[in-house]
């Protein structure tokens, strides 16, 4: 059984999105991330830059003590290899996987995230970020475009690249991205939204999520660490 330290956001969505796939049994462990759970000492123990997902796999691959991990990445590779699943073993579909895994990490992702926090979050509004960072979420989006011009999914089979990929697609109109104009992206994208574990890992999310409700100033200073105003 795996725990699953999770709240739904996109980072969470990727390990749902494979524990629902792979039918491994997992128990969600709420993280609300707006009331600032995630500072919790217990949390911190598993997860100690206070960020979610984190998993604790009690029943490990040869035994032993539980193995406890985070960061999104790190878990979808490490479920990878322990169920077998979404992730070649040949090193060449293996690494083709692996580094759109990373592009998803170091670009798709961080800069996704900052387009919706200039253009949702901030309280002030800054037109050079909101353009920086529309602008560069279209360049990845192009990128994802090419290369699903040329595979059906981001490695050739579903893999781990595109269940990290995909929850940061979600929000695509609230980014400022028309998916039309991105017609190999929008085939992806449909595709993976019409799986049963997709439908599956997003139900469980909205079962457990704050949905619309504005946040609080508190709320926001958690999350974004900005100051009290006293």
């Known amino acids: ?3 699953l ?4 956001t996109p980072n969470g969505h990727k390990v749902t999105l494979f524990l629902e796939e792979a039918a491994v049994p997992y128990t969600i462990v709420p ?3 707006a009331n600032g759970e995630q500072f919790r000492p217990e949390f911190l123990a598993i997860s100690p830059n206070n960020r979610m ?10 035994g032993g003590e539980p193995i406890a991990l985070f960061e999104s990445g790190a878990i979808l590779l490490y479920l990878a290899e322990k169920t077998g699943r979404f992730l070649s073993a040949d090193p060449r579909g293996r690494y083709d996987a ?3 895994l990373m592009w998803q990490m170091g670009g798709l992702g961080p800069m996704s995230g900052q387009n919706f926090h200039f253009n949702v979050y901030a309280p002030e509004k800054l037109p050079y970020a909101q353009d920086r960072y529309r602008r560069e979420t279209a360049r990845l989006y192009g990128v994802l475009d090419k290369q ?5 999914y981001l490695a050739g089979d579903y893999s781990i690249a ?7 697609l979600v929000p695509h109109e609230k980014l400022g ?4 104009d991105f017609p190999n992206v929008k085939r992806w994208f449909d595709a993976i939204a019409a799986r049963p574990a997709t439908k599956a890992a997003y139900d469980k999310g909205e079962a457990i999520g704050r949905g619309e409700t504005p946040m609080t100033d508190e709320q926001r200073r958690i999350l974004f660490g900005t100051p009290r105003a006293d």
């Open 1 to 3: 059984m795996i725990d």
């Open 5 to 8: 330290h999770f709240w739904p």
């Open 31 to 33: 993280v609300d991330i």
């Open 53 to 62: 997902p984190a998993i604790v796999d009690h029943e490990p691959a040869g």
């Open 98 to 100: 692996i580094q759109w």
């Open 148 to 152: 699903l011009g040329a595979h059906e």
């Open 162 to 168: 595109d269940m990290a990929s995909y929850p940061w």
């Open 177 to 180: 991205q028309d998916l039309n």
